[in-house]
């Protein structure tokens, strides 16, 4: 297995160095972003599952694995042909299916995992989203435009109308995980609130004693819901049938083994990823009911749907099968 670490914000596709823009079958270029919500890639990666899938088909495969923060440079490079398979929020994906139909045809390939994130303030007098004031400011990944603000939209509209779904987007400020978590927990600062991914929001809320949820993804979407996604175009999809079917097929094994070897798949996170959190709090997140590190889809047609209603989205979806490749369809999906 061959693994090239990209660290990018805003990575130029030109940086992208794999061998040749378009990859033949038995070969495949994946990036993942970074955190533990991508532990299934990590399970993929660290066993070489998708090595052993190809050679059950007699396929060598040849795997290479980017590291990339950020769905910006993710799309670029996969609509350049630099890379083959791509991980980010559901809402960027849709924004990509979106966009590409009847040209790339970008679709799904699998769902990572069904992860909560909570937005989080320090600010005793914010309870609910009615209490922000244009003195608040909620820091996120990538404000307007990604999964925690796509999400804020949804909800926004639904508290005060549709026409003020961008409520919040004016207070909301572009800013990694940790840099917002550190903030949140010193506090003292204009970031008094964060839309948080775990590990991150275990962290703040053990680490300051005013910081508190307001509203989680799960409650806006009614329920446990896929957090992120892997997506391809229609192109590597068709022109690599066994090479897409072993990577399938590794993902599938990996969450089965994860829910079976929690331990296990708790220090393969911390190994692959060379992370610094502590064995105990990875545990924890890894055993947390509210996690669930599945290939189905859940709850993604609630942002195809809503995003559309709010003109983010051009198409409208029939069903959450409108964009995902067929292979998902085995797995049950929402």
Do not use: C
Request: hydrophobic fraction near 40%; glycine fraction near 6%; charge should be neutral.
């Amino acid at each position: 297995m061959r693994i090239h670490k990209l660290f990018a914000a805003g990575l130029a596709v030109g940086s992208l160095l794999f061998t040749g823009l378009a990859q033949a079958e038995g070969r495949i270029s994946i990036a993942q972003q970074f955190g533990i919500g991508y532990l299934i890639l990590d399970v993929v990666r660290d066993q070489e599952l998708i090595e052993k899938h190809g050679r059950q088909q007699g396929l060598d495969i040849k795997v290479d694995w980017a590291s990339i923060s950020g769905a910006t440079a993710m799309n670029e490079a996969l609509l350049a042909g630099a890379l083959d398979v791509v991980s980010a929020g559901v809402p960027p994906m849709l924004t990509m299916w979106d966009r590409t139909r009847g040209r790339q045809n970008v679709k799904a390939v699998a769902a990572l995992g069904s992860l909560p994130n909570y937005l989080l303030s320090n600010n005793p007098a914010v309870k609910t989203l009615k209490d922000f004031s244009d003195k608040d400011r909620i820091a996120v990944p990538a404000a307007g435009v990604g999964f925690q603000s796509r999400t804020l939209q949804i909800e926004t509209a639904r508290v005060f109308g549709k026409d003020d779904f961008k409520r919040f987007d004016k207070i909301s400020v572009s800013l990694p995980h940790p840099d917002a978590t550190t903030a949140l927990i010193a506090g003292g600062s204009e970031i008094n609130a964060h839309f948080s991914s775990a590990p991150f929001y275990y962290q703040a809320l053990a680490g300051n004693k005013d910081v508190h949820k307001v509203i989680s993804s799960y409650d806006i979407l009614g329920g446990p819901a896929t957090f992120n996604v892997l997506y391809t175009t229609q192109k590597f999809h068709d022109e690599n049938p066994k090479t897409y079917k072993a990577f399938y097929a590794a993902l599938v094994e990996a969450a089965q083994f994860i829910k079976a070897n929690k331990d296990k798949a708790a220090e393969t996170f911390i190994r692959v990823q060379k992370s610094k959190l502590s064995p105990e709090l990875v545990r924890k997140i890894v055993e947390d009911p509210e996690n669930d590190f599945t290939v189905s889809p859940h709850r993604t047609f609630v942002y195809a749907d809503e995003l559309h209603k709010l003109g983010v989205l051009k198409n409208k979806a029939a069903s959450w099968k409108d964009y995902f490749f067929e292979e998902a369809y085995a797995q049950p999906g929402s």
